[in-house]
Structures are given as C-alpha cells and as structure tokens.
C-alpha cells in the first residue's frame, strides 16, 4: 500500500471545479508535485512543490496544502483534463520518494 | 531540451536479471541541478519509484527493491543504467526513465521518456 492515499476515482462537470486530494503524515513535512497521465501516456508533470506550474500548463491547475492533506484544484474543468492524477513526495523518512496509489478523473 | 530514451530487452525470464539503458539527448547527464530517476508502473497500477542517481553516482534505492537493484551512470555515454535481478512477474511494468527535480522540502519528475515495457515471462 502507498504511503500518500488517493481516492480511486472522482468525476466533475464539464466548466466546474473539482479538487483532487492526497493523504499521508510525510505531508506534514514535505511538499506534494502532482501527474496527470492519459492513456498510452507518460505521466506529465502539472504541479511542483506544493504549487508551481512547469511552463506550458494551464492556470486552471493549482495545488495546495494543509496539515496532511495536499489537493490539486482544477477550476473549469475541460474534456482534455479527463485523465488519471498522481501526487508524489518524499516518505516520513524524508530519504526515499513515494507517489500516491492515483485518481481516475472523469468529466462529465 | 532534455529528453530521454529508455530501450531493454522487452521479455526477461523469472529469475533473470532485468537490464535498462536510459540515453540522454540535449545536454549533459552531468549537469549540477538534476537527478536522474526510474519510476515504473504495472500494467493497469500506478506509479511506483525505482530509484534516483545523481550524475556523481550517489544513489537512493526504493527499501522494497534495494536488494536487488543497482542504478548506476555512465557520462561518457551521457546514459543511465538500471539492473534488477532475480525478477519475477510481479516486475512486469512499463518502466520510465525521467528527470528529478528538487528541494529541500519537496521532489518532482519533470521530464519523463516515453517508457519501455517489460515483460517477465518464461
């Protein structure tokens, strides 16, 4: 079992927000970066350390913390956004890194 | 740009040793600010992390796999090696060579190969 946990599946409406979570005690400590993998796809990297964006990704995406729970925000939710996420940080141990089990976005 | 290739045998028996190369193109391996790392993923699972090197040799080992795994660098190729032995199929996995970015508090993939397949089968 992964250390940051994941709810298997969530669904949104097509233009409304939804929030993706990730859980896990080494969130206290440590910075969540989120995924977004489509099918057939390498995971593509959409949030770091808590809330950067990498060049080239929508503002619609935005992430945020708080105590052990890291979330990942997207705000008007687009048809090319329906893929599955992962969060990753480091362990308790702050020396090995760990990704969350994932989350199947649908829209709607 | 960086970017990446990961290429293997495709198909390993039980018990044998799984061997990757991740080449490099767009820059050096060596360059100060990156880490380079394998993450995996079984078919229809999520992401597990292999491990990281960084271009001087130290490594970090995920605990479950570190007894049978050895990542190692090779900058004269500008390429990075990945051996797991004894696998099982358990070690099926598509398996992603991607760059480490880093801080004090946190850790991100930024730049991922598209992956190559393995299979353990007899």
């Known amino acids: 079992s992964s250390e940051l946990a994941q709810d298997p599946a969530v669904s949104v409406a097509l233009g409304q927000t939804v929030r993706i979570t990730c859980q896990g005690d080494s969130l206290r400590t440590y910075y969540a970066s989120w995924y977004q993998q489509k099918p057939g796809q390498a995971p593509v990297l959409v949030i770091y350390?808590?809330?950067n964006r990498p060049s080239g990704i929508p503002d619609r995406f935005s992430g945020s913390m708080s105590g052990k729970i890291a979330s990942l925000t997207i705000t008007g939710a687009q048809a090319e956004d329906e893929a599955d996420y992962y969060c990753n940080s480091r362990d308790t141990s702050g020396n090995h890194v760990v990704f969350g089990g994932g989350t199947k976005l649908t829209v709607l | 740009q960086l970017q990446q290739q990961e290429s293997g045998p495709g198909l390993v028996k039980p018990s044998e040793t799984l061997s990757l190369i991740c080449t490099v193109s767009?820059?050096?391996?060596?360059?100060?600010?990156?880490?380079w790392g394998w993450i995996r993923q079984p078919p229809g699972k999520g992401l597990e992390w292999i491990g990281t090197?960084?271009?001087?040799?130290?490594?970090h080992y995920n605990p479950s796999l570190k007894s049978r795994l050895t990542i190692s660098v090779d900058t004269s190729k500008n390429q990075i090696s990945l051996k797991l032995s004894s696998v099982t199929a358990a070690d099926t996995a598509m398996y992603y060579c991607?760059?480490?970015?880093?801080?004090?508090?946190?850790?991100?993939?930024?730049?991922w190969g598209q992956g190559t397949m393995v299979t353990v089968s007899s």
């Open positions: 350390s808590k809330n």
């Open positions: 991607a760059t480490r970015i880093t801080g004090a508090l946190w850790d991100a993939f930024d730049i």
């Open positions: 090197i960084y271009y001087s040799g130290s490594a």
């Open positions: 767009g820059g050096s391996i060596s360059r100060s600010s990156y880490y």
